[in-house]
């Protein structure tokens, strides 16, 4: 099936000293699989001429591709483009536009270029560029006796962004081939991937050209979809009827594609039907709200968001009810709802939503155990409480209350179910990273 | 690269495909580095007995301990052992003992025990088993010409589990530390990677027993200070005098050490000085307050947090003067004071804090390009605001802004410098040095 193998080397000293979880490997050998090329190998490499150049050698002799990350920054220890260049025996040569690039970039930023960031304009010669709108490093290509070498920037979202704009375009016109490959990726939230996996394994399981690939980023759960077919139209046909089996199969599950997360997703809900909405959080403490305002223009439909974390502030900032917190706990249906309809009246919003709950590590009771969640929602159809039963880690219990919350909004935006009393069923070990 | 130089290997189709993001390989190479052996490579390769042989070939005669994990189960996929025992000429041979915790774990769990799972008990011939307390593939240790390699399951928690209580104390009994190795890491804001560089590079440039490291963690920069000695005594000594001499350079960017945040580092401040905060937000839009609140029993000090989007909500819940939000606009020098001194003021608290900036990439002009960002801040002695100006992307000028305005709260209560109308010299491509 495979078109050839690839490397993937990522490089740097902080990998090798367990600093970092390297995502970029992962990342990279995913998008590989999309054009047919198998990765066969993963090295990471401190920041060692030595160490680097066998990589190079011994990937440019035995792979088809090699990806590499890390080593292009402005510092001393960055001495990929060096190495590169010395190992494949290319000098080393300064390139002008690269170099305007960089300056440019400092000035926008109203910086002095350093002597170090100009060095990051030095490629071997005969490398191709690539560009790099998001720092100053650009990437560069380099073609060793038939073997193509990207050499990419460490940081994530300077690599995926290069990845998908400079590296697989230049793969996709060179890897000639007639099988024809397509995937896409969904974004669900409220099933662990083991569940997922179960409830869609037969989909696939006696088809060997048809794939699903299951990913946490938490707290969603990523399903890529991936088809072959003979050509471009069979393998578009078969990816259209299988996604749409996948998708019937998980329903309401499914928030949306690729890289959009659910607050921009319900963003575009509220702009497209002119709504405006107001929040109040006690245990996400604004994560909800950090996260409608990392859209941009989120302004136009988020009037408030108060984290009430005092019951003082509840009762004076949203008019609930002293007696009630006495009577039912911060933590409560009644509360939630009152916290809800009070955000909404203040603001006169369309929509007030509230989430109260124990986020942990501390506040848990026999009655309400750390990861108890009420999420409140008023709109002009009256106001809901929800209750939630989460999980036991602070953080995760921020990140899921603000998720549910959220998804509950999707859903009564779009007409969807609300969800049933075991939702979501994500257990927190399906968030880590395996 | 050392003389307990590591290698760790990971096996598995899985990660080839980037289906997982490995973090076994991070956790290994840190405990790793606890015993003063440094990881020098990181391989993943796929369940093929060809390439797993040639790597567990190369890694016994290059390196003095190789940690290899997966391919332990039961599948067929999970040729590990078999692999092991051909690539270095041994038997295959059933260890009873292993084959009765399998079964045990089996009835344990009320399941029937398959021939595939009796297969988790064969080791090759001289192999010393690890027990693996929570699953049913143990581990084992072979010890090839000197050099230790040691098998475990790929499943983290049982990987972590069986690397601390099977693994690192065979290695601290066999290995003898010839050199020691200490480091420390340093967390600093408030200026960029290239800048450190060169701020501190003639401190080690001519030692080749220390190494400074540096890494961003936006909006953080580490810098890890790493040196040799001959003993344990001669490292610390040696750590202990050139820590403090790059502590020295760095002054007040120093925020802390290791993986403790600024919103830790305040909130113990806080604490321990019996202090309550509030907070008005606009550009940040709950992501200071998220932050804050991210850290257990933040209850304690933080009362409130408003995030007034809107300037209708500035003036009515924070007693903003509408004549200055018109006269000078929402993003200016007297709004972010009225901003902290109505949340503080409101709450009765002891620090207001408001930040109110063009997060981008709209709402920019002439004179407040996107990135401008003033900070409020109202305490018992006064009310301040300064002017910052970070950098052009939305979601790093939300993570600058609640950085600047912590490290701010931090500065005064540490009773250091104000930041200087330069600061933060950090610049979102900055990363790039990964």
């Given at each position: 099936?495979?078109?050839?193998?690839?490397?993937?080397?990522?490089?740097?000293?902080?990998?090798?000293?367990?600093?970092?979880?390297?995502?970029?490997?992962?990342?990279?050998?995913?998008?590989?699989?999309?054009?047919?090329?198998?990765?066969?190998?993963?090295?990471?490499?401190?920041?060692?001429?030595?160490?680097?150049?066998?990589?190079?050698?011994d990937?440019?002799?035995?792979?088809?591709?090699?990806?590499?990350?890390?080593?292009?920054?402005?510092?001393?220890?960055?001495?990929?483009?060096?190495?590169?260049?010395?190992?494949?025996?290319?000098a080393?040569?300064?390139?002008?536009?690269?170099?305007r690039?960089?300056?440019?970039?400092?000035?926008?930023?109203?910086?002095?270029?350093?002597?170090?960031?100009?060095?990051?304009?030095?490629?071997?010669?005969?490398?191709?560029?690539?560009?790099?709108?998001?720092?100053?490093?650009?990437?560069?290509?380099?073609?060793?006796?038939?073997?193509?070498?990207?050499?990419?920037?460490?940081?994530?979202?300077?690599l995926?962004?290069m990845?998908?704009?400079?590296?697989?375009?230049r793969?996709?016109?060179?890897?000639?081939?007639?099988?024809?490959?397509?995937?896409?990726?969904?974004?669900?939230?409220?099933?662990?991937?083991?569940?997922?996996?179960?409830?869609?394994?037969?989909?696939?399981?006696?088809?060997?050209?048809?794939?699903l690939g299951?990913?946490?980023q938490?707290?969603?759960?990523?399903?890529?979809?991936?088809?072959?077919?003979?050509?471009?139209?069979?393998?578009?046909?078969?990816?259209?009827?299988?996604?749409?089996?996948?998708?019937?199969?998980?329903?309401?599950?499914?928030?949306?594609?690729?890289?959009?997360?659910?607050?921009?997703?319900?963003?575009?809900?509220?702009?497209?039907?002119?709504?405006?909405?107001?929040?109040?959080?006690?245990?996400?403490?604004?994560?909800?709200?950090?996260?409608?305002?990392?859209?941009?223009?989120?302004?136009?439909?988020?009037?408030?968001s108060?984290?009430?974390?005092?019951n003082?502030?509840?009762?004076?900032?949203?008019?609930?009810?002293?007696?009630?917190?006495?009577?039912?706990?911060?933590v409560?249906?009644?509360?939630?709802?009152?916290?809800?309809?009070?955000?909404?009246?203040?603001?006169?919003?369309?929509?007030?939503?509230?989430?109260?709950?124990?986020?942990?590590?501390?506040?848990?009771?026999?009655?309400?155990?750390?990861?108890t969640?009420?999420?409140?929602?008023?709109?002009?159809?009256?106001t809901?409480?929800?209750?939630?039963?989460?999980?036991?880690?602070?953080?995760?219990?921020?990140?899921?209350?603000?998720?549910?919350?959220?998804?509950?909004?999707?859903?009564?935006?779009?007409?969807?179910?609300?969800?049933?009393?075991?939702?979501?069923?994500?257990?927190?070990?399906?968030?880590?990273?395996?």
């Amino acid at each position: 099936m495979s078109r050839g193998n690839a490397w993937v080397v990522t490089i740097g000293n902080e990998l090798l000293r367990g600093e970092i979880v390297d995502s970029n490997k992962s990342f990279l050998s995913e998008r590989l699989l999309d054009l047919e090329l198998e990765a066969t190998r993963h090295v990471s490499v401190p920041d060692e001429p030595e160490a680097i150049a066998e990589i190079l050698r011994d990937g440019a002799s035995r792979a088809r591709v090699v990806l590499v990350s890390g080593g292009l920054g402005p510092t001393r220890d960055d001495i990929t483009s060096e190495t590169a260049a010395k190992t494949f025996g290319r000098a080393l040569v300064r390139d002008p536009e690269a170099l305007r690039h960089i300056q440019a970039y400092f000035s926008s930023a109203g910086r002095q270029m350093t002597e170090n960031n100009a060095t990051q304009a030095d490629f071997p010669e005969g490398a191709e560029i690539l560009e790099n709108p998001l720092g100053t490093a650009p990437g560069f290509m380099l073609d060793v006796d038939g073997c193509l070498l990207f050499f990419m920037p460490g940081v994530p979202r300077e690599l995926y962004r290069m990845t998908d704009e400079e590296v697989l375009p230049r793969l996709r016109a060179r890897i000639e081939g007639t099988a024809a490959v397509r995937s896409v990726l969904l974004r669900t939230f409220g099933m662990g991937e083991s569940n997922l996996d179960r409830l869609l394994d037969d989909l696939v399981r006696d088809d060997p050209a048809a794939e699903l690939g299951f990913r946490t980023q938490f707290p969603d759960n990523l399903v890529r979809v991936l088809v072959r077919g003979e050509d471009a139209a069979a393998a578009e046909a078969k990816l259209a009827s299988l996604s749409a089996q996948v998708r019937e199969r998980l329903g309401d599950l499914v928030v949306g594609e690729g890289e959009r997360h659910l607050e921009e997703i319900v963003g575009e809900l509220l702009r497209e039907r002119a709504l405006t909405i107001a929040l109040a959080e006690s245990c996400t403490g604004g994560l909800l709200s950090s996260r409608l305002t990392d859209v941009p223009g989120s302004s136009d439909y988020l009037l408030e968001s108060l984290v009430t974390y005092s019951n003082r502030s509840k009762i004076r900032d949203l008019g609930v009810s002293a007696a009630d917190i006495e009577a039912y706990g911060a933590v409560s249906d009644p509360v939630a709802r009152q916290m809800a309809e009070g955000v909404r009246t203040r603001n006169g919003a369309d929509i007030g939503v509230a989430i109260t709950g124990v986020a942990g590590p501390g506040g848990g009771t026999e009655a309400k155990p750390v990861g108890t969640v009420y999420v409140g929602l008023a709109d002009a159809e009256g106001t809901r409480s929800r209750h939630y039963q989460l999980v036991q880690e602070r953080t995760r219990n921020k990140q899921l209350a603000a998720q549910v919350a959220l998804d509950w909004v999707r859903r009564r935006l779009l007409g969807l179910e609300d969800h049933d009393e075991n939702f979501p069923r994500v257990r927190i070990h399906e968030g880590t990273a395996r």
